[in-house]
Every structure is written in structure tokens, then in C-alpha cells.
Nanobody
């Protein structure tokens, strides 16, 4: 059974940093396509970053490029999202996702089979 568990969310001031973790069980994070999504109240779920090809390739939404970095710790089967220079527009529930189906783009939520429960990130001005 596949289980994804996010942690590391919390509150930060604008310009600050947070690191999210996604502990994966039941599948290999390195062998799967993994991604982070976020959803703010009243908005659709938005793709933030994804990693694939055994962790050698990554993709980011334009809104987070240069600020967020996604990585894998294969030994811990854990995916991380380092978020720097946060701004209030980054406030959302953040979800990790795994195993992208064929026919979907890298940051398309409908393409991912497994999801975590989410961790809240709140950034104040």
C-alpha cells in the first residue's frame, strides 16, 4: 500500500524559508515521478515542482523558479521542497503526489495516482 506523508509546513514571514518533506512508503520515490502541488482557498490545485527520470530531471512552475528547489533522498525514500524567498502568494496547502500516468504533463494534478494529506504553508507580509 502506497502512503505519502507531508511535513514541514508552518508559518513564515515574507522573504523567509521553509522546507517541506514527503516521506514515501510502498513505492520507490527514485523510480516514480514525484511532484509537489499546492491549493489556496477558492483556487484550483496548482503544480509547483516535479522530479522524474530517477531524480535526474526536475520541472518547476514559473511562479517558483529560482526560489524553490526539489530534491530526493533515496536512502530515506523522501522528497523535499526547499522554499526560499517566500511571499504571501505562496500561502496554500501543499501536497505531494506520486506516479504520474502517461498522457499527462509534468505538473498536471489529474495525472498523479497517489496523494498525501497535505501540509499548510502560511506566509505573512
Amino acid at each position: 500500500q502506497v502512503h505519502l506523508e507531508e511535513s514541514g509546513g508552518g508559518s513564515a514571514q515574507a522573504g523567509g524559508s521553509l522546507r517541506l518533506s514527503c516521506l514515501v512508503s510502498g513505492l520507490s520515490a527514485r523510480r516514480s515521478s514525484m511532484a509537489w502541488f499546492r491549493q489556496a482557498p477558492g483556487k484550483e490545485r496548482e503544480g509547483v515542482a516535479a522530479i522524474y527520470n530517477g531524480g535526474s530531471s526536475t520541472g518547476y512552475a514559473d511562479s517558483v523558479k529560482g526560489r524553490f528547489t526539489l530534491s530526493l533522498d533515496n536512502g530515506k525514500n523522501t522528497m523535499y521542497l526547499q522554499m526560499n524567498n517566500l511571499n504571501p502568494e505562496d500561502t496554500a496547502m501543499y501536497f505531494c503526489a506520486a506516479e504520474r500516468r502517461g498522457g499527462y504533463t509534468l505538473l498536471q494534478a489529474a495525472g498523479y495516482r497517489y496523494w498525501g494529506q497535505g501540509t499548510q504553508v502560511t506566509v505573512s507580509a
